[in-house]
Structures are given as C-alpha cells and as structure tokens.
C-alpha cells in the first residue's frame, strides 16, 4: 500500500497572495493530479502531470500554476487567491494514465479572507 | 466534452431502506466507471469500478449497474444504515483517459 499527504491540511491566505499547495505520494505512481471541489459540488480538473517533467493544463487551470519536482512531488501554486474563495483541493495519483484507479490525499482546505 | 449528471444532489432514507443514486453521461466512448464515498472531512475512497457492459456488480451492502446503452450508472445500497451517510460521487472516463467527475449525492441514513 502506499499513502497520500497534502501540506498544508488548512490554508489561509489574503486576497492577491501566491499559495502554494504540496502533495507527496509514495505509491511510486507515475500521474499526479490537482483538482478543485467546492461545496456540494464534483471536482474540477486543474492541473495533471502524466509523469516525471510532464505537465498539462485541466478544465480549470487558470490562476494556478503547477510544478511536478519529482516522481513523487506534485505542486500547486494559487497565483492570486481571490477574496472570499473558499474550497478543498484535492491531489491524486494513479500507477498510470491510461485505465487506471486514482487514489486521492486528504486534500488542503484553503479560506481566503 | 463529457457531461455527467448525478441524481439526486440530496438524499435521506431510513436504516434498512435501499438507497438509490444515479448518474448519466453523454460521451458514448466513455469505458470506465466508478463510484466513490466521501465521509465528512475526509477524502474520496473508491468503492466500486466497473469497465464492461449492461453489468452487475456487488459489494458489501451495495450493487453497481452500467447500462451502456442508456448511458446509465447506479449505485443501490441495498440496507442502508447509518454509517453509509457520506457524499457520493460517480466518475467517468473517456477514451481521451480524462475522468469527470458527477457533483455528488448527499446520502443522510437516518437511524
């Protein structure tokens, strides 16, 4: 088995500032994912890195940033967090990108104030 | 693109009842299904994938229907009692291997 962490569990962030999100996986998977759920409502795509140094752009890739370290490393950056937003970004990870389970972390809370 | 719809958004049933949750898509080269539970505060965990046609597959106190030809994915939780109550999210993906997700089902099971 393997495991998913997320840091920060909690966020709170300013109106305008950069955020950044980090999510480990030791699964040895191959595809990362970041997506965004809001309050009753299914998961946006943000970003997806299909392996080491790939990285594609999902339904909601605007106003973040994304940068995949390392096999096991997969960040999202907030460029400017917008006032009042507030929602669970959850990362996941798959062994591949192709038919695949994806198995998620316990996801980052973030309030912008 | 892909469209799923889930239904219904909120559901309250009573220990024992069946409880049924279902969703529909619009992309007929979709191949692979999935049900997910989400419990309050924590993350998703897949109970069931299916990847075959007009299928019936049980769980643990659950049965997954894909009906391809409708475009039709159900979730029945046979006796539903009170630790079922989470929120419910089917997925799909598509031969383009993008998954997307439906908004979710609130299920309350109600002692």
């Known amino acids: 088995g393997g495991i998913i962490t997320q840091t920060p569990k909690f966020l709170i962030g300013q109106e305008g500032q950069k955020l950044t999100l980090k999510c480990q996986q030791n699964f040895n998977h191959d595809t990362m994912y970041w997506y965004r759920q809001d309050s009753g409502k299914g998961l946006r795509l943000i970003y997806y890195s299909i392996t080491e140094n790939d990285l594609q752009k999902g339904d909601l890739s605007e106003g973040y940033d994304a940068s995949r370290e390392k096999k096991s490393s997969f960040s999202l950056t907030v460029t400017s967090a917008q006032k009042n937003e507030m929602a669970v970004f959850l990362c996941?990870?798959?062994?591949?990108?192709?038919?695949?389970?994806?198995?998620f972390g316990p996801g980052t809370r973030l309030l912008v104030l | 693109g892909e469209q799923v719809e889930q239904r219904p958004p909120h559901l309250s049933v009573r220990e024992g009842d069946s409880a049924v949750i279902t969703c529909t898509y619009t992309d007929p080269n979709s191949y692979y299904f999935f049900w997910y539970k989400q419990e309050p505060g924590a993350s998703l965990q897949l109970l069931m994938k299916?990847?075959?046609?007009?299928e019936i597959n049980e769980g643990q106190g659950f049965t997954v229907l894909l009906n391809k030809k409708d475009k039709r994915l159900s979730l029945n939780l046979t006796a539903a009692h009170p630790g079922d109550s989470a929120a419910y999210f089917c997925?799909?993906?598509?031969?383009?291997?993008?998954?997307?997700f439906g908004d979710g089902t609130q299920l309350v099971v109600k002692p």
């Open positions: 299916v990847f075959s046609s007009t």
């Open positions: 996941a990870s798959s062994m591949t990108f192709n038919q695949d389970t994806q198995y």
């Open positions: 997925a799909v993906r598509n031969n383009n291997n993008r998954i997307f």
